[in-house]
């Protein structure tokens, strides 16, 4: 049971950050294509119509969330790294200390802004704002702080619990934060 | 007392380990906790900051080059572009490092990240060296160093981030990384050069001109995208967002349906790492504005900036500061995070003293190429290390005489700030 919950939940968070990506990318486009076309004067007749002023905001919004589920993501390929100096240099009990402390610091700072964040988007609803161009309510938007973070929670106790049982962390990040890293 | 308390509990985070992100937060609400008692006020500033510090279309540029590099990267830019920086340079004495140099001078203007150009170009480049007789250490040397031009020359992630966390302008700061960049490709190939004379490095045979032409025209779509991009940036036709959006979308058409080194159904596997990439930059920079923002509200950069004002500093002594400052920062931290934390401190200093921004720009990414390749978190290390199969102490000593050729360019760039600053005067004036 709880391996299937984990199974469906893996796919949910990669499937809605690999979508997010491409959809910004294609409104972007879009947008640009759609700008461009109105110094096209028969083909403005067809575009003009067409209005792509909400397409930054949707953009930015999509590339949150992707942020935000793409951070707990990443928790999970070892992708955030830290300063490992101190870590390297300890012995193997210190360092096993080490790295738990630092996964809790993780988890817990997840939590305390999953809950936040759930107060400010009770906050926001509470005020009925709308976003400035597509007009959607912001508590709807603001919503992906505390999924995000709590989902990142999860993941923070979840590589902490296979640390604790195996010793093992998520494929050690330098050569997959190299690929496109920094 | 405030800055010195920050600072600390900032250090003693990042000594467990924690990633530099969580670190950042976590220095933020501890000295929120300890000084406002959580005053409701606060706390949802935090929150709100959360979600409105991302909300900028400026640095939405970071995950479409992200994205657009990974594209090309996978879809077998890499080949082409050393084919033709063979065919120009080959020929020549120590030809094969030559062409490497070249090779990445060339990528970096498909990548914004220079860990990528050393994977792209020396996972072809090094083994091809090797086989030619040069000595590994020599050849991982190059590789690495010339990997680190991938964060000069546009476009560059980490110019995006300095453009991001100190509101310049990031077209002009692409603009000006273009002769810096240049004129560091030709500093490394010109002591590869004297180099290969003094060891007599081997040389290829010299191509033909149909081989030049036809290498070219291969590379031809891939060097195309950073003239779209600058041209379009340039003209107006775009936003550097928006020429980050075109980027991915040309990059996947030049991947998909030119190059075909990528088929449409391995696009969720690019999109999940450029996805998973460019999240976690996201992270850093939230968490970084949000650290930002305790400064200011602390009004730390005011009191710095005035310390430093009253010491009657030198623009020169300044800036011979903030080189050492992060070179020692590069030891331990990696670029972007670096300069979301150092470059919002120093720009109000480096103003009142009279150093253009855009100057400092490039100033700090050249200082961000060489903590690249110094020990112990060179990225660029880790991944020579990596791709030639050697130890981490070894490759750290093949990059040391690098070092010193960098930390002389460096010196260069600081003090005759017309290399990066004529271009955008000349274009933006």
Redesign the interface.
Known sequence: MGRIFNRVLDRIE?WL??????A???I??A??LHR?SSAIPWLWDYTGALNFSWA?EL??YL??W??????A??VR?G?????????NAAGPRLKRV??V??LS??A???A??AI??A??VW?IHGTGQVSPDLEWPMWV??L??PLGSALMCYRFLQVMARFVKSGVLPAQA????????? | MNVALILFILLLLLLTGTPISIALGMTVLTFLALFSSFALGTVDIVSQRLFTGLESFAIMAVPFFVLSGTLLTEGGIAARIIRFALALVGWMRGGLAMAAILACAFFATISGSSPATVVAIGSIMLPAMVKHGYPKRFAVGVIATSGSLGILIPPSIVMIIYAVSTSESAGKLFMAGVVPGILLAGVLMLVTYVTARAKNFPTMPRASAREVWVSFKEAFWGLMLVVIVMGGIYGGIFTPTEAAAVAAVYSFIAAVCIYRGLKVRDMPKVLLSAANTSAMLLYIITNAILFSFLLTSEQIPQVLSQWVVDQQLSPWMFLLAVNVALLVAGQFMEPSSIILILAPLLLPIAKSLGIDPIHLGVIMTVNMEIGMIHPPVGLNLFVASHIARMGMTEVSIACLPWVFVLLAYLALVTYVPVISLWLPGLLYS
Not at chain 1, 17 to 22: E, G, L, N, P
Not at chain 1, 175 to 180: D, M, R, T, V
Request: charged content about 10%.
């Open positions: 990669e950050v690999a979508s997010f990506m491409a910004a990318t294609l972007i486009f947008a640009v461009q930054q953009c930015i590339f949150i992707m942020a935000k589920f793409g951070a993501y990443g390929t992708i955030h790294i830290g300063v490992d100096v101190a870590v080490l790295v402390l630092a610091l993780g817990f700072f997840t305390v802004i936040m964040g107060r400010w906050f938007v603001y992906c702080i330098h050569g997959a934060a190299a690929e496109e890293g920094a």
